[in-house]
Structures are given as structure tokens and as C-alpha cells.
């Protein structure tokens, strides 16, 4: 298989690339700034895309890829992938489900944690001194018994209820219909879910109909005291909407992994103590991201050995 | 309870300064007449034998020593309230032969500290302070794959003490696939696995989590053996007492990579904190802040506000606490 072409988005994982690279002929996609002598030099060699949530295979690089065959991303979410062209063009898709569901609903807790105690402010005064000089830090916000809102109840969102529940904190959720085998509590829709819940949380597939599903109004209901956060992707929330909100007290605090413009943050952001910011790193632990690693490889080795594919989406 | 114009206020003598009393000290006050020293130009001795000899109740704070000499200064003392869980301030033989209740804060700090406890894990071990803080200095965009962490699925998490706290630590874990394990003075009731030495315990585990009780016989409990025994992968949790952990050896095996990293709420010297913790970004520190939200500083204020009604009413109290 030295001789198959794979094209590799952009930077993800080490120990991915020293594999492909083993077992294919892997071109660098952001080793070649001129992607256009890039394309008419090497198109017609490959036969893979290696995708993730920044950067995966839209119209114009399919189109610009006569031979591809399959497009396998590193993530789960699928929305850097143009799905309607691979369906039209019999092009396969694999994604890296499953494997990646723990830890992401691990952060989600983790955030929710870090934003109500200010776990990482606690650890900011204590390193500036200001423990011994200002004294006792405040009062900062119970996490147990709050009510939790999810949007979206797949791998994540369920895993996400699991964990909180163990807290004791009240589950509901929103779906686009809903769910029949659970006991939490069904919202019809987002506002009314922020409304009725003291902390936010995305964990459903960006698709052109959730893009900033989180929006104005939305964080309004959810309030002065309510905390979103977000492990889905950055176009779910209305990015300029949040920023003055949380500026302007409008809502409570934010955990977010995810941004609109990766890896672009606001800047208004990174003065607040009632938000915690991180580079998008849900699935980001040396285990988890070996285990998504190998279903991409085993992915595409079972493409080219003609087998069935393990977690094909198209 | 007692009506402001028509009777005398209960007296109750407040010591150590429970800075709740910055947001509850008018409810207070409404109920009982309060004693505060630090609001009199007297020194605080002579602030006793002045004004508090024929007081009945004392409200303090986790960081009043109430030991023989501290208490002969109240001869006519009945009950001690404290804003504290931990005991390791109070000499409770000696106010069990003088006579004198006391009670505490009983369980209701459990949930938040336990909370805290599962924050600081999730933090360490998937670097969230450091990760945001790298975020917040603008150094994404240079380095757009951040440092891989570590999973928190599969661990096996040893608790030390498994008393209310430890008990919610546990259930909180066990929902992430952490696989409990505990030591504690005997064995309990419950499905997870009971080790009697923490030397023991920690071999078998990659996280140990500080629950139980500072007394003379866990101080400096976890040493340079134990943390040895956790290994390079470990990471240990404090939400107890500082003493509990030797500091001066955890140190030495953090700066040589003998364990993976640590969540401190505590320390043994309040609040300092060693220098050489405040450059090492697999440790998150915090300033004694576990207990400390505002929804329990609000039961605590109805807890310390019962006991000292139940007192006066002679009734008994909400938190005693029992013999052991």
C-alpha cells in the first residue's frame, strides 16, 4: 500500500502521521503553501483524506481530487466534510465515534466544575501570592443539585447526564424530537431548555441547522446566573453575542473548548474569572487519541484491503 | 426565639472571627447578643475576664485552639459551636471533662468538597488550569496541537477515609469508570475494596484522593514510601489537612517526577504554599476554598444558627459531636 496516496489536512497527531506514513505515501497538506502546484503535481496519486475538526475535505478539495476514494476523519463531528458530495461521488466517510465519547464528557464535567468553583482563578491567586496577602478568596458556586441542560443527547450528551447525575444534579435536554427510553426531562426547544436549567450545555452535531443554536436569546434565558458550556464546535454559539453577553453580566460564566475561528479566541475573554478557555481539547488524552488513531488506521486499511470498513458515516 | 424589645438576648461570645459572621452577623444578632472582642480597643485576655466570664456559648472557627488554658478562661462555658468539620483545633477530652457541648458542621460541607475533590482530578490530569492559562497568554495560534493529557477513565482511585466525604468522592468517580478502592481506621459497608494500610493502598492505585480526619495518627501519613508506592504515573488529591501529607517530601518527588502531579486545597502552613509548587504546571493549587460556596455558607449559617437555639431552648444540638 506504499504506493496509495494519502492527503493529511493538517497537523493532528504525531503518532498518526509516523503510521501513515509507514504504510502509505503521505503528503503533508500544510507542508505546501502553493496548494494549487500542490494539486496538479500530486492529485492523481491520492486516493485518502485524512481529516479532523479543523480542517477536512470540502467541495473544492474533493472536486480537486480525482482519484479520492475515501475520506477519513479524525473526530467524530463530521461538519468539515462536504457528505452530500462524497454520497454523490461514492466517496467513503469514517469518522472515530465512540472512542472519544468519555473524555469528552470528562472535560464537559471538568469545565462545569472549573467555571462554578473557579478552580483555575483559585489556582491564579494562590500563584500570585495573593493568598497571603489579600487573604480568603470568596464565596464561589455550588455545582451539586444544579440543573443541567443538554442539547443533543447522542454518545456524548447521554454521557454527559451519566456523570452529572452522580451529582445530583437534574437532567434535561433537547432533541430535535424526543428521546423515548430516558426519565429526563424534554424541552421543545433551546430557549425554553436555558430557561429551565442552571447550566447549558452543546452536545449535539454541528449541521447548517444548528449553527448558533446558542444564540441572544437563548443566553438570556439562561441568564445573569446561568453558565454555558460548550464541547460541540464554536459555530454553535453565536461567538460576538456571547462575548458582549458575558462582558455586559447578561450571562452567568463559560466553559468553552470550542471557538468559531480556531485557534482564534476573543481577547474581551481573557480577562474574565467567570470563564475557562481551552484549545479544543476534548479528545485530547495520549489514550484517546491512539484509539481514534488506529480506527482511522484500521479504517483505511480496510478500505484498501477491500474489507468492510469499521465506522464508516457514508 | 426570643423577642429583641421584651428580653435580654442570649449571649454568645464569637472567636477566631468566622468571617461568615461579614454576611450573617445581622441575622445573628437578631437572636442572640454577640461578643465580639475584635470590635473593643481591650486586649482579647482582658476582653474575657471584662465581659465574658458568665458566658454560656462560644461560636469559633476552625482556627480557634481551643486546648486546657483557652478554656479556663470561660468558667461558666456549656457549648462550643463550631464553623468547622475537621476537630484537629479542639480538645474535645478536655471539654468532655469540663462539661462543655460541642458541635460542628457536620456533614454539610460534604458535597462541596467532594465537588472540589473531582475538580482538582479532572484539572490535573487533564490539565485544564494550565491549558487555559496557555490559551489566555495568546500562545494557541503558535501551537496549534496542545500537549496530550491524560485520560480519567480506568483510574484506579484509592480513597484515604471514607467517611461523608470520601463517600461522595466515591460515587462522584465511580460515574467517569474509576475504579474505587479505600483505606480507613476499619472496614465498611460497602462494595468497594478495603485496604487497612495506605501503603498498601497506594500500590495498588494511581490516584489517591486525602479524605479522612487530621488526628496524631495520620499526620504526615502520606510520605516519601507511599508516594513511592503510587508511582510515577500518580497523582495524589488533598481537600483534608495539609499536616495529613508530609509537604516537604511531596515536593521532592513532584520537582523529581517521582509522581505524575497533585490537587492541593491544603497545606501544612496556611497560607503559604512552597515555592516550588507555584512553577510546576502539573499541580493545581487552591487556598483552603473546597468548603467554600455561597449555598453552604448559607447551611452554615442555619446550622450554626440552630445549635446555638437548640442550646438556649434545651434542646439538642443539630451537630453534636459524638464520641468516638
Same mark, same amino acid.
Not at chain 1, 497538506?29 to 479543523?54: C, M, T, Y
Not at chain 1, 428521546?179 to 449541521?207: D, F, G, H, M, R
Given at each position: ?65 480525482? @482519484?479520492?476514494?475515501?475520506? #477519513?476523519?479524525?473526530?467524530? !463531528? =463530521?461538519?468539515? /466534510?462536504? %457528505?452530500?458530495?462524497? $454520497? ?53 458556586? @455550588?455545582?451539586?443539585?444544579? #440543573?443541567?441542560?443538554?442539547? !443533543? =443527547?447522542?454518545? /456524548?450528551? %447521554?454521557?454527559?447526564? $451519566? ?64 453558565? =454555558?458550556?460548550? /464541547? ?83 | ?324
Amino acid at each position: 500500500m506504499e504506493s496509495i496516496g494519502v492527503l493529511m489536512a493538517c497537523p493532528m497527531s504525531s503518532y498518526l502521521e509516523r503510521e501513515l506514513d509507514k504504510r502509505f505515501k503521505l503528503f503533508r497538506f500544510w507542508n505546501f503553501p502553493q496548494k494549487s502546484e500542490f494539486l496538479n503535481e500530486h492529485a492523481d496519486s491520492i486516493r485518502a483524506v485524512v481529516g479532523n475538526a479543523f480542517a477536512g475535505a470540502d467541495a473544492e478539495l474533493i472536486d480537486s481530487l480525482p @482519484k479520492l476514494e475515501i475520506v #477519513s476523519s479524525f473526530s467524530v !463531528g =463530521l461538519d468539515k /466534510i462536504d %457528505l452530500n458530495k462524497c $454520497k454523490e461521488k461514492g466517496i467513503r466517510v469514517t469518522n472515530t465515534p465512540d472512542v472519544l465519547t468519555e473524555d469528552v464528557a470528562d472535560l464537559a464535567i471538568g469545565l462545569m466544575l472549573a467555571v462554578l468553583r473557579r478552580i483555575c482563578e483559585c489556582d491564579r491567586y494562590v500563584r500570585k501570592g495573593l493568598w497571603k496577602t489579600s487573604g480568603d478568596f470568596k464565596l464561589t458556586s @455550588k455545582f451539586s443539585g444544579k #440543573s443541567v441542560g443538554i442539547i !443533543g =443527547l447522542g454518545r /456524548i450528551g %447521554l454521557a454527559i447526564a $451519566k456523570r452529572a447525575e452522580a451529582f445530583d444534579c437534574p437532567i434535561s435536554y433537547y432533541t430535535r424530537s424526543e428521546k423515548p427510553n430516558t426519565n429526563y426531562k424534554y424541552y421543545p426547544s433551546v430557549a425554553e431548555l436555558a430557561s429551565n436549567c442552571q447550566i447549558l450545555v452543546v452536545a449535539c452535531p454541528l449541521t447548517p441547522e444548528t449553527h448558533h443554536i446558542v444564540n441572544r436569546e437563548v443566553m438570556e434565558a439562561l441568564g445573569p446566573k446561568g453558565v =454555558l458550556i460548550n /464541547i460541540g464546535r464554536g459555530p454553535h454559539v453565536d461567538e460576538k453575542e456571547l462575548v458582549s453577553a458575558l462582558l455586559e453580566g447578561r450571562l452567568g460564566g463559560a466553559g468553552l473548548d470550542v471557538f468559531e475561528n480556531e485557534p482564534g479566541v476573543p481577547e474581551q475573554l481573557f480577562g474574565l474569572e467567570n470563564v475557562v478557555l481551552l484549545p479544543h481539547v476534548g479528545s485530547g488524552t495520549k489514550e484517546t487519541r491512539k484509539a481514534m488513531a488506529d480506527l482511522v488506521l484500521g479504517n483505511l486499511e480496510a478500505h484498501f484491503l477491500k474489507k468492510p470498513l469499521l465506522t464508516p458515516v457514508v | 426565639m426570643a423577642e429583641p424589645n421584651n428580653k435580654e438576648l442570649p449571649e454568645v461570645i464569637v472567636l477566631g472571627i468566622p468571617w461568615f459572621l461579614k454576611f450573617y452577623g445581622q441575622q445573628f444578632s437578631q437572636n442572640f447578643k454577640l461578643l465580639k472582642p475584635w470590635e473593643s480597643s481591650l486586649p482579647l485576655e482582658q476582653f474575657i475576664t471584662t465581659h465574658a466570664q458568665s458566658v454560656k456559648a462560644m461560636l469559633c472557627s476552625g482556627g480557634t485552639r481551643v486546648n486546657p488554658s483557652f478554656l479556663s478562661q470561660f468558667p461558666s462555658l456549656r457549648v462550643i459551636v463550631t464553623t468547622s468539620a475537621g476537630l484537629n483545633h479542639m480538645d474535645l477530652s478536655e471539654c468532655r471533662r469540663l462539661g462543655i457541648s460541642v458541635a460542628n458542621a457536620g456533614t454539610i460541607f460534604s458535597e462541596d468538597v467532594a465537588d472540589c475533590a473531582v475538580g482538582l482530578l479532572i484539572d490535573v490530569l487533564r490539565k485544564i488550569t494550565a491549558a487555559d492559562g496557555f490559551v489566555r497568554n495568546g500562545l494557541w495560534p503558535m501551537n496549534v496541537v496542545y500537549p496530550l493529557s491524560s485520560k480519567v477513565g480506568g483510574r484506579k482511585v484509592g480513597l484515604v477515609g471514607l467517611g461523608s466525604i470520601g463517600l461522595k468522592v466515591a460515587k462522584r468517580l465511580e460515574a467517569f469508570g474509576c475504579i474505587i478502592s479505600y483505606q480507613s481506621r476499619k472496614k465498611k459497608p460497602v462494595p468497594y475494596p478495603f485496604y487497612p494500610d495506605v501503603h498498601q493502598l497506594a500500590t495498588k492505585c494511581d490516584v489517591l484522593v486525602i479524605c479522612c480526619a487530621l488526628t496524631d495518627q495520620t499526620r504526615h501519613l502520606i510520605n516519601k514510601e507511599v508516594l513511592l508506592a503510587l508511582g510515577k504515573e500518580g497523582i495524589i488529591i488533598n481537600i483534608a489537612r495539609g499536616p495529613i501529607i508530609n509537604e516537604m517530601e511531596l515536593v521532592q518527588c513532584l520537582m523529581q517526577g517521582e509522581i505524575a502531579g497533585a490537587g492541593l486545597d491544603v497545606f501544612e502552613n496556611e497560607p503559604n504554599v512552597p515555592e516550588e509548587l507555584l512553577s510546576l504546571d502539573n499541580v493545581v493549587l487552591s487556598p483552603h476554598v473546597a468548603y467554600l460556596t455561597e449555598e453552604s455558607f448559607q447551611d452554615l449559617y442555619e446550622l450554626m444558627s440552630g445549635n446555638l437555639e437548640a442550646f438556649f431552648f434545651n434542646k439538642p444540638l443539630l451537630s453534636p459531636v459524638l464520641d468516638d
